[in-house]
């Protein structure tokens, strides 16, 4: 089905160990982003890039790395997860040539535990 | 510095009820902002948005009020249904290029039946 899809959708890792979480969307949006829910904070933006190849930092981008080679795709990698990266992740996309207005369309969400 | 602050963090409302839900913003740039519904388990959704060239928008029993001088907006859930249990976001963007969205913290609306 299109739309924007996230996995693993459950993830639990250790403490220092790399841990790659996907995010892929079908519409060919250009904007795609990655949030991290968290009880009293909300959403707070990490990565969010503009097209294939153009990444810029958000809220709380430490620790974290992302990269976007096709416009479909923008995997977030946490290099050495620690516990306070436990977090639900959220992708999402916006279409759109300035994307001012844009709705953000979100994935289903992936649960990382780091043990 | 948090940009958008949203209240009450819970509600609990009556089915039939009213149910709001307060932001307010600090930052003058800001010139769009949306409301996000999340069910449990899924990621949230767009719900109503505006601009703040108008004072209210609405859309069916959800409508959103907005006072520019006080820099605060409002969700109002007229007629609240239990199927309406969700949390929800308000968030601004600026109005600068392209500018990514700032959320509020979020309200758990819980609705009775």
């Known amino acids: 089905d299109a739309g924007i899809t996230q996995s693993p959708r459950y993830k639990i890792t250790e403490t220092g160990r790399q841990v790659t979480l996907m995010c892929h969307q079908t519409w060919s949006h250009s904007y795609m982003f990655w949030y991290r829910q968290d009880l009293g904070h909300g959403l707070r933006l990490i990565y969010y890039?503009?097209?294939?190849?153009?990444?810029d930092k958000g809220e709380v981008p430490d620790g974290y790395v992302v990269s976007r080679s096709k416009t479909e795709n923008f995997p977030l990698t946490l290099e050495s997860a620690t516990r306070s990266q436990t977090s639900v992740y959220f992708c999402a996309s916006s279409g759109g040539t300035s994307g001012r207005t844009d709705t953000q369309y979100f994935g289903p969400g992936t649960r990382l535990t780091v043990l | 510095q948090q940009q958008v602050k949203q209240s009450p963090q819970s509600l609990i409302v009556q089915k039939g009820g009213i149910s709001i839900i307060n932001c307010a913003y600090e930052n003058t740039a800001f010139d769009y902002f949306p409301w996000y519904q999340q069910f449990p388990g899924k990621g949230p959704a767009l719900l109503i948005a505006i601009r703040p060239d108008v004072s209210e928008k609405k859309e069916g029993r959800f409508t959103i009020s907005f006072n520019k001088s006080a820099k605060q907006f409002s969700l109002h859930i007229m007629d609240s249904q239990p199927g309406d249990s969700a949390t929800y976001f308000c968030?601004?963007?600026?109005?600068?290029?392209?500018?990514?969205?700032?959320f509020g913290k979020g309200t758990m609306l819980l609705v009775s039946p």
């Open positions: 890039s503009a097209a294939a190849d153009i990444t």
């Open positions: 968030a601004a963007r600026k109005n600068s290029g392209y500018s990514t969205l700032t």
